[in-house]
């Protein structure tokens, strides 16, 4: 059984009224667990709407989500459906409870009612994870915008959900942030084996996936491994998304009549660049 | 960012910070009990005495606490302003009998009983803002949250909700250099557009806030959304099955402040009331 399961989910802001947004169409996928994808689409595409549907946060207008098989809509269950699908927002001002850091990260599993000393020990454990063991005892204020993320992330963790969704956590971050947050993420898939879906209008970020969904106006229009998906600058073009900077010059190269083959990282760019003399 | 004493824990170890937190909060209300009862400089002045040997005792610099002073400045020169001037006093001839002095323009006087009680006031209001920021800034949120939850326990026979009374301080306290922060930012923001905050008559300037305020409630309501879906996200559903990392804890410490902070309380009140008529008593309650 997938871990996450979409189903013919349509979201309608407004529904009815003279403003009504229909922010995602009949959009329908799987994730496999361990898996690690990236939602690209441009601003207004409905991607960060559909990470509030992932976890219940919000209902489908119609069709479903279903989480290990429990649909998101069951408010009894809700609680088993949030404990699966951690999710971290883009503001990491707004996902802080409390002006300690330990505190702040052991709000999640206080909420699952664990017993204090599992509780400790599971703060421990993911302040490891984004390397900010040592700040435990501080407070976020003083901290940079990608060491507050990667909090915000560890108060997710925490809660050792199956799936972590990540809408555009990296947004607002200076580009060191970006990495920082970028390299936690794809420690923890190596070290915990997590399922991750990172919601992203960063072309670049997307091609550390391995499979990238693209959706425009609410529709799935990619949903392909990344390397392929991302390779086509054409077809990114057209849903109003860039290529990563690597494929776009491979795809330049190719228009003055240099053949390079599928590129999409920078180093594949160096490699197939090299072979070119 | 601003630095923003109130609301803030000073992140030291100290016998304050580690005391228990029900008991820093119960002893902040007595203490405000003690200041509403003092009634002379004197008492004041040993009041002020403890206090400031807790603040030494919690290592937090004497300085930080003072600037949450700054906060009621304009407050204080007001009311210190118009209780000089409104108070009659005893009466002219007495006044000058007394003190020597009593000058008298239109409606507003001057004379030494007004001097003297605007003093009182003044030094009242510095120690009910002063005192009550030592809590802040020696306990945690989540700790404080847990002590008002857990004194407000009995209303849960009322069905009051007292966790979510509670988280809803906790989260106050914690937005507050947040939206100072966004305060900050709307303000140049205006500013950049030649709106003006330090030009004008008072009416002016408060009206040059609203251009700041409106994007501030607007924000303000926005992020309450953010925060709840994070919160929600998080697993949380109000005090069902919650449980703490770090459990409120009475040690004998506790015990020991409660007494001589119930010492102490006594001695105030007899201060104000003088039961038993002693003459020490109403010497120390004379100034």
């Not at chain 1, 898939?189 to 693209?214: C, L, N, Q, Y």
């Not at chain 2, 030291?12 to 007595?30: E, G, N, Y």
């Not at chain 2, 994070?230 to 559903?237: H, I, L, P």
């Not at chain 2, 010492?263 to 003459?279: G, H, K, M, R």
Request: proline share 4%; with cysteine; aromatic share 8%.
């Amino acid at each position: 059984m997938s871990i996450i399961s979409v189903k013919n989910l349509t979201y309608i802001y407004n529904e009815d009224m003279e403003d009504e947004v229909i922010a995602l169409d009949n959009v329908s996928f799987d994730v496999e667990e361990g898996e690690f994808i990236a939602l690209i689409g441009s601003n207004g595409s409905g991607k960060s709407t559909l990470a509030r549907l992932l976890n219940g946060l919000r209902e489908p207008t119609m069709g479903e989500v279903l989480v290990s098989g429990i649909p998101t809509t069951d408010s009894k269950r809700r609680f088993e459906v949030r404990k699966s699908v951690g999710v971290v927002f883009q503001n990491p001002d707004n996902q802080m409870v409390t002006t300690i850091i330990e505190d702040d990260v052991a709000f999640g599993p206080e909420n699952l009612g664990l017993p204090s000393e599992e509780i400790n020990a599971r703060v421990d454990w993911a302040l490891e994870c984004v390397g900010m063991s040592g700040h435990r005892k501080g407070t976020p204020f003083r901290l940079s915008g990608g060491q507050k993320q990667r909090i915000a992330i560890a108060g997710v963790l925490a809660i050792k959900p199956k799936v972590l969704v990540l809408d555009e956590s990296t947004a607002m971050l200076d580009p060191r942030g970006k990495k920082e947050v970028m390299d936690t993420i794809e420690r923890i898939r190596e070290k915990e084996g997590m399922t991750v879906i990172m919601i992203t209008h960063f072309p670049e970020e997307a091609s550390r996936a391995d499979r990238v969904i693209a959706l425009d106006k609410g529709k799935i229009v990619i949903d392909e491994p990344s390397h392929t998906a991302l390779a086509d600058v054409e077809r990114l073009r057209s849903y109003g998304l860039d290529a990563p900077l690597p494929a776009r010059v491979a795809y330049g190269l190719k228009q003055r009549g240099v053949e390079l083959g599928e590129i999409v990282t920078a180093r594949e760019l160096a490699e197939a660049l090299c072979r070119l003399k | 960012m601003k630095d923003i004493s109130f609301g803030q824990v000073y992140p030291v170890q100290s016998p304050v910070h580690r005391m228990d937190a029900r008991t820093k909060l119960i002893i902040t209300i007595a203490y405000v009990v003690m200041l509403f009862f003092a009634s002379s400089f004197i008492v004041f002045g040993i009041i002020a005495f403890a206090l400031l040997l807790v603040i030494f005792a919690s290592r937090v610099p004497l300085l930080k606490v003072l600037r949450s002073i700054r906060f009621i400045i304009f407050l204080l020169i007001f009311t210190f302003i118009i209780t000089v001037l409104l108070n009659k006093g005893m009466g002219a001839e007495a006044e000058i009998a007394t003190y020597g002095y009593y000058l008298s323009f239109g409606p507003f006087t001057i004379c030494g009983t007004g001097l003297l009680n605007a003093g009182k006031l003044s030094t009242r209001l510095i120690l009910i803002v002063v005192g009550p920021t030592m809590l802040t800034l020696t306990t945690t949120p989540m700790e404080l949250t847990e002590a008002i939850a857990y004194l407000l326990a009995p209303l849960k026979l009322l069905r009051v909700p007292v966790h979510e009374f509670a988280m809803i301080m906790s989260l106050a306290l914690r937005l507050i250099p947040t939206i100072m922060e966004e305060t900050d930012k709307i303000m140049n923001a205006q500013k950049a557009r030649g709106a003006s905050f330090d030009h004008g008559n008072i009416f002016k300037r408060a009206a040059a806030l609203i251009p700041v305020l409106v994007p501030l409630f607007v924000n303000s309501l926005k992020r309450s959304e953010d925060i709840s879906d994070a919160m929600e996200s998080r697993c949380y559903r109000g005090a069902k099955g919650r449980t703490k990392m770090k459990k409120l804890r009475y040690r004998v410490s506790d015990i020991f402040a409660y007494i001589v902070v119930a010492v102490f309380l006594f001695f105030i009140l007899l201060t104000a009331y003088n039961w038993w008529n002693w003459a020490w008593v109403s010497m120390i309650t004379f100034v």
